[in-house]
């Protein structure tokens, strides 16, 4: 089965910086679109930040100046940079991908999700 695992979540002073890497693995041919998501208790699931796999990039207004999206293809791996880290980026971050199987047939995935504490 494809699978997206996460990592680099953790609890951080507002000011820091945390680095999220998000691998998927199993029967996959290829990946259009990465991206994070992020849910606050109490709140919608919000996109934060999505890259496709020519490198195109959209970020929510809210983290545009402070967080960095990446990915390397060769590993099927997105990776989120996170600084300057605010009380309010407090949410478990999801990693979503747009994946395409071995048999041509498209579908989107999701990571279990990872939580990221900003303590002021």
């Known amino acids: 089965q494809v699978q997206l695992v996460e990592s680099g979540g953790g609890l951080v002073q507002a000011g820091g910086s945390l680095r999220l890497s998000c691998a998927a693995s199993?029967?996959?041919?290829?990946?259009?679109?990465m991206g994070w998501y992020r849910q606050a208790p109490g709140k919608q699931r919000e996109l934060v930040a999505a890259?496709?796999?020519?490198?195109?990039?959209n970020y929510a207004d809210a983290v545009k100046d402070r967080f960095t999206i990446s990915r390397d293809n060769a590993k099927n791996t997105v990776y989120l940079q996170m600084s300057s880290l605010k009380p309010e980026d407090t949410a478990v971050y999801y990693c979503?991908?747009?994946?395409?199987?071995?048999?041509?047939?498209?579908?989107?995935?999701w990571g279990q999700g990872t939580q990221v504490t900003v303590s002021s």
């Open positions: 890259i496709t796999s020519r490198d195109s990039i």
């Open positions: 979503n991908a747009d994946i395409i199987d071995q048999r041509w047939y498209s579908r989107a995935i």
């Open positions: 199993g029967s996959i041919f290829s990946i259009n679109t």
